[in-house]
C-alpha cells in the first residue's frame, strides 16, 4: 500500500472511530478497538467472572472466523455504512476506496496482471479492523435481543448488574447458555448471519462443550482451547499450570537465545526486559497468580541467568533488580512488575465501577473470591509499611560503570561479584601469591599488597591520574581528542590562561615536606591554583585515606596562597 494510501486511511479512521464512540454504534459485547479499556485482557477476564458466578457450569461454544478479513462481502459493508448514520463523507470515501482495491502481480520483476478485489477487507489497512467490526456488530445485537442474558449479581434481581451471552473481541467469538437447547439456536442464528455476510465457521478451530452441536470438535475436562490467550476447558477453568508453564518455557527460550548474542550488558538486558519477560504482562491481573508464585518465576530466571554466566553466585541477587543509576544491573523483576501492574488495574476498575458494568462486574467477582488482585492493595501495604525510603542513599557516581559503560554480560556479571565483595577463594587459608604473607582476599589484592605497590596499583594510579589530564586539557581548551587511549601526560603544559603540571617538585622558599602533587593546576584568568592527589584504596580505608590526602599538602596549599597574594 502507498505510504498516502496510509496516511489518508489512518486519519478517517481516527474521525470514524470518534464518531463510532461518540453514538455507541458497536455493542458492548465487541471490545476490540474499543477505547479506554484493555481490551482481549479486560474480555478475558469478564469470561472467567461471568463463569465463576455460575460454577463454570454454563454450555459455551468458542468460533473461529475462516479467513475473516477476506471474506466479507463487500455490499453488506455498504449497507450497514448507510444504516449507521455516519458522516456521508466517511461513507463516501469509504466506498470510493473499496472499489478501487485491486492486487498487483508480479513475476521475475515484471507485472503480468492484477486482480480487482470483489470481497475481503484488506489486512494492514488502518481501516480494517474498525470496518470489521462494524460488518460483526449486527450479529451482537442479534444475540442480545433475542436470546436470554446471563447476569454476573444473579442473587440480587433489583440490582442493576452486567448481563450478556456473547463476547466478541473482532473475530474471536464466545457465547453461553444456561440450557442446550438454547446454545444450540444461538448456534443456529450465528450460521445464519455468516452465510448473508459472506463469512464461514472454521470447524477445526471452533469447539463446545456440548456434544450434540457437529459442527466443531468437543472439549472435554481434559483438552482445552484457547481463547484470547488463555487455555480453558470444557467448563471455562483455566488451566493455570499448563498456561504458567508454556509462559516460563517460552521466557527460558528467549533468555537462552539473547544470551547468544553479542549485545553488551546493557543493551542485553534491556532486550531481556521487553522481549522475554514482557510474556507475563497480559496475565498479570487476568490470572490469579500468587506472591509466591511471583516470587518463583524470579528465583527460576536467576537460575537461568546463572548457568549462562549472566549472574553469579553468591553476588546480592537485589542488585539484579535495581536500576543501573542504583548501582543495579536494570532487570525487571516479575514480582515488582506484577505488584505495580495490579495495584494499577484494580485502581482503574474501581475509578471505573459506578459508570461501567462490565468493570463493576469484575470487581464484584475478584473481591468475592479474594483473588489476589482485588486484595492487592492491602498486600503491598502489609508489605512495605516498614520501608523507610529517605534512609535509603545511594552515590550514583559509583554506578556511572553499569549506566554508561560498555562491558559484556559476563564480565559485568564478575565486576558485580567483586564489587559486592562475595568473591571467596579455594581455601580460606590460603596466602597472597605476591607476598607470601597476608590471607588472599579481595581487597587486600585489590589495594593492601606491598608487593603490588610499584606494578599494578602505580598502573592503575596513573591510569587515574591520565583521565584528570585528559579532562583538565579539554576544559581549558588545550586539547579537543575525547579518546583517552590516544592520550600522552606531559610533564607540563602552559599557556597565557594556566598552566598544568603533572607529578613535578613545586619550588618554595622555605623546605616542605610533601612538595610533589599528582596534579598541579594554575588558573591565571581566575588568579588560583589546585592541588589534586589520586588515592586507590579499600573501602575500609577510604575515609582515613582521605583525610590523610587532604592534609598532606596544608603547607604547600599556604605557600602557593602567599604566592598568589
Not at 153 to 178: C, G, R, V, W
Not at 371 to 399: C, Q, R, V
Not at 411 to 430: G, K, V
Request: glycine residues 6%.
Amino acid at each position: 500500500m502507498p505510504t498516502l494510501y496510509k496516511l489518508v486511511t489512518k486519519c478517517v479512521n481516527v474521525k470514524l472511530a470518534d464518531f463510532v464512540e461518540a453514538f455507541g454504534l458497536i455493542s458492548d459485547n465487541q471490545l476490540g478497538t474499543r477505547k479506554y479499556c484493555q481490551g482481549a485482557k479486560e474480555q478475558a477476564l469478564i469470561n472467567q467472572c461471568l463463569n465463576k458466578e455460575y460454577g463454570n457450569g454454563l454450555y459455551s461454544a468458542w468460533v473461529d472466523v475462516k479467513k475473516a478479513y477476506d471474506s466479507v462481502d463487500h455490499d453488506f459493508l455498504f449497507h450497514v455504512l448507510d444504516c449507521s448514520g455516519i458522516p456521508l463523507w466517511i461513507v463516501n470515501f469509504v466506498k470510493s476506496v473499496v472499489k478501487k482495491w485491486a492486487v498487483k502481480l508480479h513475476m521475475e520483476g515484471r507485472r503480468i496482471g492484477s486482480v480487482k478485489l470483489n470481497r475481503g477487507i484488506l489486512q494492514g489497512d488502518s481501516l480494517s479492523p474498525l470496518l470489521f467490526v462494524m460488518v460483526l456488530d449486527p450479529l451482537s445485537r442479534i444475540l442480545n435481543s433475542v436470546f436470554p442474558k446471563l447476569e454476573i449479581n444473579q442473587e440480587d434481581p433489583n440490582m442493576l448488574t452486567y448481563s450478556t451471552n456473547h463476547l466478541l473481541f473482532i473475530d474471536d467469538l464466545k457465547i453461553f447458555a444456561l440450557k442446550q437447547d438454547t446454545l444450540l439456536k444461538m448456534m443456529e442464528a450465528v450460521n445464519g448471519f455468516f452465510k448473508i455476510v459472506g463469512l464461514e465457521m472454521n470447524s477445526e478451530k471452533s469447539a463446545s462443550n456440548l456434544e450434540s452441536l457437529p459442527c466443531c470438535k468437543t472439549i472435554d475436562g481434559i483438552n482445552g482451547y484457547r481463547y484470547l490467550g488463555v487455555l480453558e476447558d470444557g467448563g471455562s477453568n483455566v488451566l493455570k499450570n499448563r498456561v504458567m508453564d508454556s509462559i516460563l518455557e517460552n521466557v527460558k527460550k528467549r533468555i537462552t537465545m539473547l544470551s547468544k548474542t553479542k549485545l553488551n550488558s546493557v543493551n542485553l538486558f534491556r532486550a531481556i526486559n521487553e522481549y522475554a519477560l514482557s510474556l507475563y504482562n497480559y496475565y498479570i491481573g487476568l490470572i490469579n497468580i500468587e506472591p509466591s508464585e511471583f516470587d518463583d518465576i524470579d528465583r527460576q530466571i536467576r537460575q537461568l541467568l546463572t548457568s549462562l554466566r549472566l549472574h553469579l553466585k553468591p553476588a546480592n541477587k537485589e542488585r539484579l533488580y535495581l536500576n543501573r543509576k542504583a548501582l543495579g544491573r536494570g532487570l525487571s523483576s516479575v514480582t515488582f512488575k506484577s505488584e505495580l501492574m495490579l495495584f494499577q488495574f484494580l485502581t482503574s476498575l474501581e475509578n471505573m465501577s459506578t459508570i461501567c458494568l462490565r468493570r463493576a462486574g469484575i470487581l464484584r467477582v475478584i473481591k468475592m473470591n479474594k483473588w489476589h488482585l482485588a486484595m492487592i492493595a492491602g498486600f503491598l501495604s502489609s508489605k512495605y509499611a516498614i520501608i523507610d525510603k529517605k534512609s535509603i542513599t545511594m552515590e550514583s557516581l559509583k554506578s556511572k560503570w553499569l549506566s554508561n559503560g560498555n562491558n559484556g554480560p559476563r564480565s559485568e556479571a564478575l565486576y558485580c561479584l567483586l564489587q559486592d565483595r562475595n568473591l571467596f577463594f579455594a581455601s580460606a587459608d590460603s596466602l597472597c601469591n605476591h607476598c607470601k604473607k597476608s590471607k588472599k582476599t579481595v581487597d587486600h589484592m585489590a589495594t593492601q599488597c606491598g608487593k603490588m605497590l610499584n606494578s599494578d596499583y602505580l598502573r592503575r594510579h596513573n591510569e587515574v591520574v591520565k583521565c584528570i589530564h585528559l579532562n583538565l586539557c579539554r576544559m581549558y581548551g588545550l586539547k579537543k581528542a575525547r579518546r583517552l587511549k590516544g592520550h600522552s601526560v606531559q610533564s607540563t603544559l602552559s599557556t597565557g590562561k594556566v598552566e598544568i603540571r603533572v607529578d613535578s617538585t613545586i619550588l618554595t622558599e622555605t623546605k616542605v615536606e610533601y612538595n610533589k602533587p599528582d596534579i598541579f593546576v594554575h588558573d591565571k584568568v581566575r588568579n588560583e591554583i589546585n592541588l589534586i592527589e589520586v588515592g586507590i584504596t579499600s573501602q575500609d580505608r577510604l575515609k582515613q585515606v582521605e583525610v590523610e590526602k587532604c592534609h598532606k599538602y596544608d603547607l604547600l596549599a599556604n605557600h602557593n596562597y602567599e604566592i598568589l597574594d
